[in-house]
């Protein structure tokens, strides 16, 4: 087993005994970044009842799994990563393989696509 470096061992401690973590175990969050959506939201209303949105970078899913929450089910959250993530709920989740990123990064917008059409 690796050795621990001083800082590792300090991040350690102090995670384990974060208020946010403990409060998102109790919850049912998968990372206490739920608490800051909720912050956001409780702020600024960006997320409301039939809100449609995109979560990039999804994993570890708890911004997914509070966007779900607020959004209802008149609402949709898809959420995408390069990372495998467990399903939440109805919460449609994407992973992009190696070839499909490379894909995206190599192509073009599809507006300028879809006028060249035209």
């Not at 621990?4 to 403990?22: C, F, G, P």
């Not at 994993?59 to 609402?75: E, R």
Request: aromatic residues 8%.
């Amino acid at each position: 087993m690796a050795v621990r470096s001083k800082s590792s061992k300090a991040w350690l401690h102090e995670h384990i005994n974060d208020h946010y973590v403990h409060m998102a175990q109790k919850d049912g969050y998968r990372a206490r970044a739920a608490y800051k959506l909720l912050e956001i939201n409780e702020k600024d209303k960006i997320i409301k009842p039939g809100t449609v949105l995109a979560d990039l970078g999804s994993a570890p899913g708890s911004w997914s799994q509070v966007a779900a929450k607020l959004t209802g089910t008149s609402g949709t959250v898809f959420a995408l990563d390069i990372l495998p993530m467990e399903a939440i709920g109805a919460c449609p989740s994407f992973r992009a393989t190696s070839a499909r990123t490379t894909f995206w990064r190599n192509s073009k917008p599809c507006w300028t696509t879809a006028r060249s059409t035209l």
